[in-house]
């Protein structure tokens, strides 16, 4: 089995010290930088705008993994790409025309994700799963880091994982929320591909290191 791309959320980085801990992720063997955006409308929290999405492109040298949990996000897509994301994930419940969505994104050039919130099925992703680049499964509810992960995501994962093959799709499967060494071994066995892990990493008292743990992680049976 190959190692996970690991997605270090800054979400949960010291925003006092933002540069060193994006070039702490960039000296990681983590693949990805993992950027929560969020409105106060679609999730209870404000966070991240174009300012600081901007600031994290000046060091950042891994992708950016830009996770939009905001209602209508169409208005913002071009400026998200403008300000750095490679990645540009939307989410199922927020968008009333996600085709429409899907198709302004890669108009950008940037890669594009589709996010399930817990309580949205995965037969929604039927009709589009092979034209996105990246499910991304939310195993809290969105809006705030530190929560504990929802286990039933682990079926989920392997339901998301059949429809991606039954559709022939190159989706990424990634898993945000709630990501501990203690899961990483069952959620990579259901089939996860990336990992978005915020306390975990920035939490511990050796980040980096914590990352190689989890890139180094084996599936074991869920």
């Known amino acids: 089995m190959k190692n996970p791309i690991i ?12 540069a060193r801990d994006v070039e ?3 000296q990681s063997v983590a693949e990805w930088i993992h950027i929560d955006v969020m409105d106060g409308h679609f999730v209870p929290n404000i966070s991240l705008g174009f300012p600081i999405i901007k600031a994290i492109q000046k060091t950042a040298k891994k992708i950016m993994d830009v996770h939009l949990m905001v209602s209508h996000p169409d208005p913002y897509i071009i400026q998200f790409r403008e300000v750095g994301a490679d990645n540009i994930t939307v989410h199922m419940e927020a968008c009333t025309h996600l085709h429409r969505t899907i198709q302004l994104i890669h108009s950008t050039g940037a890669k ?18 092979a034209d996105i680049d990246l499910v991304c499964l939310m195993s809290v509810n969105p809006g705030f ?8 995501t682990l079926d989920k994962i392997k339901r998301t994982r059949a429809l991606i093959e039954k559709y022939n799709s190159n989706a990424l499967i990634e898993i945000d929320g709630g990501v501990t060494l203690e ?7 259901s089939g996860a591909d990336v990992l978005v892990a915020g306390n975990t990493v920035f939490g511990s008292s050796d980040p980096r290191a914590m990352i190689s743990q989890l890139f ?3 599936a074991v049976n869920s």
């Open 183 to 189: 899961n990483a071994g069952q959620i990579l066995a």
């Open 112 to 129: 594009v994700g589709v996010a399930l919130n817990p309580h949205t099925p995965v037969d929604s992703l039927r009709e589009i799963i």
């Open 7 to 18: 997605a270090p959320s800054v979400l949960s980085a010291d925003f006092g010290n933002l």
């Open 216 to 218: 180094e992680m084996n």
């Open 145 to 152: 880091g530190g929560q504990k992960f929802i286990t039933s």
């Open 24 to 26: 702490m992720i960039n």
